[in-house]
């Protein structure tokens, strides 16, 4: 495996007037990629970005996984007009739960990453073009897991000089990163925090993913992946994105929605009466939030990040305990006690199985009325915590 690193624009890590950390996006490439299931990909690249400084020993890394709809905007501000921060800019930063005057903060684009079309995205994919054809890959790209995701970081990481990480930290589909970090290179990782996360995606798990899938495929602009030179399947990827949110919500969420736009909920019931055309206003209030997030987006790397995600089990050898079985780092799972996506009794199946192989793990559940989303909205809640762990 080739690599090299490119700096696409200088990285900011200084503060502005009002303490805001300001951040550049930066270019990684490996000329030949090998991905786990044995294909290879050409002139692979991800985007990534970096917060605080690297020490003389480059011992101080927490390497942050992103979540499914992520990127690595994980804290701080492109510039300082912009209207909001990155999705954990409450716990990353000087002085905050994971201290950027301590510790260098990494955070790496995925492979597939949804915003295919985020001029903040970098990222390989089905959307890119495949040097060998000069076209966009389409379906003939290879099938990635979150393992592919976790040797790309290694291979940005090594190109820095950097042999260990502090600590791996990830929600959602960046735990799953996190704790296959920390089962496949142990030596690496000492500490491991997965907030809303798993060890596994098991068989309901599984199906819940594949109904993403499905408008997608049913989308007749889809054409077998083949759209790029004519209209995207943005239907199909909106109605796509509808699910993952409402997925990522909670009941008690959309009924206060509801409840505060309850003038437009009762014109709709006006009209669904009469029109079967028409919808309820919450469907019409979740539609248009996806219609916008779609506009970055690539239905095909929908597809191929639901793949990794059904494909996933910790170590990649099976069976979860297993795969378990050489992890050395301590660990901390924050599953979010009303999260309808990744539901907590996953963390809390790793939890046990890392407990029964007398390994260091803990386990806090979080709260609030955003269920998964309160791994990001309200992380803060157990940034003490986060903290004390990772001086542990």
């Known amino acids: 495996m080739i690599y090299k690193f490119i700096i696409g624009c200088c990285l900011l890590f200084s503060l502005s007037a009002q303490s805001e950390l300001l951040v550049d996006k930066q270019r990684f490439e490996i000329d030949e990629f090998t991905t786990f299931g044995g294909k290879t990909i050409k002139q692979l690249a991800v985007g990534f970005e970096s917060y605080g400084e690297l020490n003389s020993k480059k011992d101080n890394v927490i390497l942050i996984t992103h979540y499914f709809s992520a990127n690595s905007h994980a ?3 492109y510039s300082k007009d912009d209207a909001q921060a990155g999705y954990w800019d409450a716990i990353i930063g000087p002085g905050k739960a994971i201290d950027t005057n301590e510790y260098f903060v990494i955070s790496v684009d995925t492979l597939v990453n949804l915003n295919a079309n985020d001029p903040h995205t970098i990222t390989t994919g089905p959307a890119s073009i495949d040097p060998d054809t000069g076209k966009p890959y389409g379906l003939t790209f290879p099938v990635v897991t979150i393992r592919d995701f976790v040797n790309v970081q290694k291979a940005l990481l090594e190109s820095l000089g950097i042999s260990q990480l502090h600590a791996v930290v990830g929600a959602s589909m960046g735990s799953m990163q996190a704790i296959d970090w920390a089962a496949a290179y142990p ?13 596994e995606t098991d068989d309901w798990g599984s ?5 993403w899938s ?10 077998q992946g083949n759209y790029y030179d004519s209209e995207a399947p943005t239907e199909g990827l909106t109605s796509a994105l509808m699910f993952i949110t409402q997925a990522a919500l909670t009941p008690e969420f959309f009924n206060q929605v509801a409840q505060t736009n309850d003038i437009e909920r009762q014109k709709s019931q006006a009209l669904i009466l009469q029109d079967i055309n028409q919808s309820p206003a919450i469907v019409t209030w979740l539609h248009e939030r996806a219609k916008q997030r779609a506009a970055l987006m690539d239905a095909n790397h929908l597809l191929y990040l639901v793949r990794a995600n059904q494909l996933f089990v910790a170590g990649h050898q099976g069976e979860l ?18 999260d309808l996506l990744l539901m907590p009794y996953l963390a809390k199946r790793a939890h046990q199985i890392l407990i ?13 009325n955003l269920g998964h989303l309160n791994g990001v909205s309200l992380i803060s809640q157990q940034g003490q915590k986060i903290k004390q762990f990772l001086q542990q």
């Not at 199906?207 to 109904?211: H, N, R």
């Not at 305990?321 to 006690?337: E, I, M, R, V, W």
């Open 321 to 338: 305990a297993l795969g378990l079985k050489n992890l050395k780092a301590k660990t901390l799972f924050l599953p979010s006690d009303n």
């Open 75 to 77: 804290a701080g501000k």
């Open 207 to 211: 199906s819940m993913l594949e109904q």
């Open 187 to 199: 030596e690496w990782v000492p500490r491991m925090i997965s907030i809303v996360g798993s060890g």
């Open 356 to 368: 029964e192989q007398g390994k260091h793990s803990e386990l806090i559940e979080l709260e609030g």
């Open 214 to 223: 499905i408008p997608i495929r049913l989308d007749p602009n889809w054409q």
